[in-house]
């Protein structure tokens, strides 16, 4: 996969972003897996803002978007070095069924696969920590 947009899930995200958003950099929030469901969630932000937001958003003022997405039939869940702030880098690559995810950063990476990608519905908010 190359675009946020090609995900599951991605009709919210594509609605409030005019063109493709490239899968690239990261600044994870939070992983929860869930190991009697086989599933992980991530939470992240990414660098790019949404450029057609929707009404209510644009009374606000905002300079983060965060966006996630759910893994099912997780396997081969491996996590070096949880990162704190450092920005990772994310690639995901689909194998016959399956789609391989790694996420990166120079102490920190987290890899696995899963079966089944869906993307989470992007949020916006302020923040000091800016990408």
């Given amino acids: 996969m190359k675009y946020w947009n090609d995900f599951e899930g991605s009709n919210f995200f594509n609605m409030v972003f005019s063109g493709a958003i490239k899968i690239g950099e990261i600044k994870l929030f939070s992983i929860v897996v869930d190991n009697v469901a086989s599933t992980a969630t991530l939470a992240f932000n990414i660098k790019e803002l949404p450029d057609k937001p929707p009404l209510k ?14 893994c099912d039939d997780v396997r081969g869940l491996n996590v070096k070095n949880l990162p ?17 995810v790694s996420i990166e950063a120079e102490d920190s990476s987290i890899e696995f696969t899963a079966a089944y990608l869906r993307l989470g519905d992007p949020s916006v908010y302020f923040t000091d920590d800016v990408f």
């Fill in 84 to 100: 704190a702030t450092s920005l990772m880098t994310v690639n995901i690559e689909r194998h016959d069924s399956r789609f391989r």
């Fill in 57 to 70: 958003w644009q009374s606000i003022e905002y300079n983060a978007c965060r966006i996630g997405f759910t």
